[in-house]
């Protein structure tokens, strides 16, 4: 087996183990959760099904499942034996599944916050309006042409712009630099910027795996889009610095092909969103690769609810 291979594992197994003794000496609390579910418009949902989870972490441990209808007024209960966390859910058909928070109980701050009384949770659920289809486009370490000057990418098509692919319309346009003296001394910067009066982006964040399964407002902005954005990445020693989110929370949407009325106005656009950060990384030699995952909607609507059974991928997607 692969020395480094062999290595993760006999560490992950080590970890499982001395996590697994550890959540043994836990004791068993008895926890509930009273939860209010209410729409966006802060109105009650009935028939919602709140669920609570309770894993078992340790050796031969079976997880264990409650789960409550809401009530005319949106309030179900849920309780029962908690050891180490424990995270309530809340879905309905029709509507969007809401996970909450995860709360941890392996301390006495955890303890004290979380299981010495009744809690109290308010979930929001999103119902599901007006799905649409999407092009959706993962790009893994997509090699930038080279050059001094930025590169178009057509989200459309899902290649940069001819002569370097197939693409026509120029909708992301990136630079790459970099400079390095050595693996501990190098500075490298990613540029995005738009070829249009009217097209930008607009960083958003969510809390990762929690919250709405569709976090993503229904409809794009008609304002506060960005025309340029710049990430970098630095290294002087032992002080290392980047400003890309590497946690999962930061997304975006954007604007594209807009075409403007007589008084600047945005009559008629392509809009889409960013699932993740944009990450990348430069070499001597071959310069600067990007990595994104985009879903666009082609239709000229600012319609951002995208249906997962009718998205048409034009490039592979991660597992």
């Known amino acids: ?26 004791p068993i609390r008895s926890v509930s959760v009273r939860v209010k579910v209410v729409d966006p418009d802060g109105v009650p949902v009935e028939g919602a099904t709140v669920y609570l989870s309770l894993p078992r972490y340790e050796e031969g441990g079976q997880d264990v499942a ?26 309905k058909q029709g509507y969007y599944f809401t996970s ?14 979380f299981a010495s009384a009744e809690q109290q949770l308010v979930l929001e659920l999103k119902p599901v309006r007006n799905p649409t289809a999407s092009r959706v486009r993962y790009e ?31 909708d992301f346009q990136f630079l790459g630099t970099g400079e390095a003296k050595s693996d501990q001394h190098y500075a490298y910067s990613l540029t995005l910027n738009f070829s249009r009066e009217g097209d930008g982006i607009i960083r958003v964040n969510f809390p990762l795996r929690r919250g709405s399964q569709f976090p993503f407002p229904y409809a ?18 032992a002080q290392f610095r980047h400003d890309n989110d590497l946690t999962g929370e930061t997304h975006y949407l954007f604007r594209v092909r807009s075409e403007l009325e007589p008084d600047g106005s945005v009559r008629r656009a392509l ?3 960013v699932r993740g950060d944009f990450n990348f990384f430069w070499t001597k030699g071959e310069g600067t690769q990007v ?27 991660p597992p």
Request: with cysteine.
């Open 100 to 113: 909450g928070p995860q709360r941890s109980l392996t301390t006495e701050k955890g303890i004290r916050s």
């Open 1 to 26: 087996m692969n020395p480094t291979l062999l290595l993760s594992f006999t560490l992950t197994l080590l970890y499982c183990q001395v996590y697994g003794a550890v959540s043994d000496l836990l």
């Open 271 to 273: 809009y889409g969103v």
């Open 66 to 91: 409650v789960q409550s209808l809401t009530d005319l007024h949106g309030m179900a209960e849920v309780s029962g034996p908690a050891r180490q966390d424990y995270t309530v859910g809340v879905g």
């Open 291 to 317: 990595t994104f995952r985009y879903a666009l909607n082609a239709d000229g609507s600012d319609n951002l609810e995208f249906a997962p059974d009718q998205a048409q991928a034009i490039g592979r997607m």
């Open 140 to 170: 893994q370490r997509l090699q930038i042409p080279p050059g001094d000057r930025p590169i178009g990418y057509d989200l459309e098509i899902g290649d940069w712009v001819q002569p370097y692919g197939r693409g026509k319309e120029a």
């Open 220 to 237: 794009a902005p008609k304002t506060g889009y960005q025309p340029t954005l710049t990430w970098t990445k630095s290294r002087e020693g």
